[in-house]
């Protein structure tokens, strides 16, 4: 019998059923945050791979950091009036799933106190378990983290870092409005605390105005923030990038080349060469309009089939609706004995989204996979079911 190590616990988050529920074909699906497969740019990304293989040296390694052409890209990308960023100031990882990773390799000794939104990502939660964290959940509103609930963990905890999604939160769909990030900020340099920015949804927004990262706004460099391609390019490049101070960077790429020495310097030039020759923001204007319009079928629909017991969030952006039940529901028993089988539904039950209090009474949704006609046809079986579940 194998043994692992202490810290590794018996894994059953659930993140393995969101994949199989997806590979499902007998199912409606909304549980994975896939991005829409027709909404690829396959043929723009052939020919820049076919480009890139042109060259032997896109096949040699190339650097922990990154090919410094596309870091200079995506800091164009991420520039703003609020900050200018440069290439020195970017690490390439493989999704900002690997930038979670490395930030808490970095920071966390085990029972070091993180901060996290209540719900939050459970991929996020997966990457920090390894560390053995001591988790404090903050309630989120619809402008984003409580930060009267945030300064009282402060006040009383030792927290290492403070883990948020400010755009289009998975799972509630929730922005982090423009006052509360200053405060935000206030608070963390008060204390002395980072925040672990993570922001892969943060060009798909569907109405009203960007606003600026926490990045931007950080003049104390505290500010550790993620982007990625997984959700304006494609998830299966498997590409983000880390924006830290110098400081946090130097021991950051240290870690990233012990972990995977490097990013796929193929890909990362593919990129590069798409970025080159086409345009990015056309693309995600595309991408949004042909999701904006799926969020509102789905919010069209939810209004129609739930009840009335049930509320939900109506985001401007990203890619999650999230539900909330009366509190004594277990959605994920619910999704085992009633929505999978009689249904054929799947949803994400919000118990794992809660790392201290599982709360169990909410449902993720996602919409950007789907066509309007499943969306259509899985929320009304979804809310049939809800309404004969809430009124037995
Ligand atoms: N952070 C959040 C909030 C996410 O929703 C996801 C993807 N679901 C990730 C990070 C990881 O994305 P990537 O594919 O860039 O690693």
Redesign the pocket.
């Known amino acids: 019998m194998v043994k692992f190590a202490n810290r590794i616990q018996p894994c059953d988050n659930g993140l393995n059923d969101i994949f199989s529920y997806a590979n499902d074909p007998a199912l409606i699906s909304f549980a994975a945050?896939y991005p829409n497969n027709q909404l690829f740019p396959q043929t723009e990304l052939q020919g820049a791979f076919n480009s890139s293989l042109t060259d032997n040296i896109n096949l040699q390694y190339s650097g922990a950091a990154g090919l410094l052409s596309l870091r200079t890209k995506i800091a164009q990308h991420i520039s703003s009036q609020q900050r200018t960023f440069t290439a020195a100031e970017i690490l390439l990882t493989?999704?900002?799933?690997?930038g979670?990773d490395l930030t808490a390799k970095l920071l966390l000794n085990p029972g070091d106190g993180v901060v996290v939104e209540a719900p939050t990502?459970l991929?996020?939660l997966s990457a920090f378990d390894a560390y053995e964290p001591t988790y404090y959940e903050v309630p989120l509103h619809d402008d984003g983290l409580d930060l009267n609930a945030l300064q009282k963990i402060l006040l009383t905890h030792s927290v290492k870092f403070i883990y948020t999604?400010p755009d289009f939160?998975?799972p509630t769909g929730s922005t982090l409005s423009l006052a509360k990030r200053q405060a935000l900020l206030r608070l963390a340099a008060r204390y002395d605390v980072i925040i672990l920015e993570?922001s892969?949804?943060r060009d798909l927004r569907f109405s009203g105005q960007s606003l600026p990262s926490l990045a931007s706004l950080d003049t104390q460099n505290l500010v550790i923030s993620?982007g990625?391609?997984?959700?304006i390019l494609a998830?299966g490049l498997?590409l983000?990038w880390l924006v830290a101070t110098p400081q946090l960077l130097a021991p950051l790429t240290e870690l990233k080349l012990g972990n995977d020495v490097q990013s796929s310097t193929l890909i990362m030039n593919a990129v590069d060469q798409y970025l080159d020759h086409h345009d990015l923001s056309a693309h995600i204007t595309k991408m949004n309009h042909a999701y904006a319009a799926k969020m509102t079928t789905m919010c069209a629909a939810l209004k129609h089939y739930l009840p009335t017991a049930v509320t939900f969030t109506q985001p401007s952006g990203g890619?999650f609706i999230y539900l909330t039940l009366p509190a004594s529901v277990d959605t994920g028993q619910l999704l085992k004995r009633v929505v999978l089988p009689q249904a054929k539904v799947a949803y994400v039950p919000s118990a794992s989204l809660f790392p201290v209090s599982h709360q169990a009474n909410g449902i993720r949704l996602n919409f950007t996979n789907l066509d309007n006609s499943t969306i259509e046809l899985g929320v009304k079986r979804l809310g049939e079911i809800l309404t004969r579940a809430l009124t037995q």
């Open positions: 945050g493989q999704g900002a799933q690997q979670l990502y991929g996020a999604i939160q998975n993570d892969p949804y993620l990625s391609f997984s959700k998830p498997r983000g890619f």
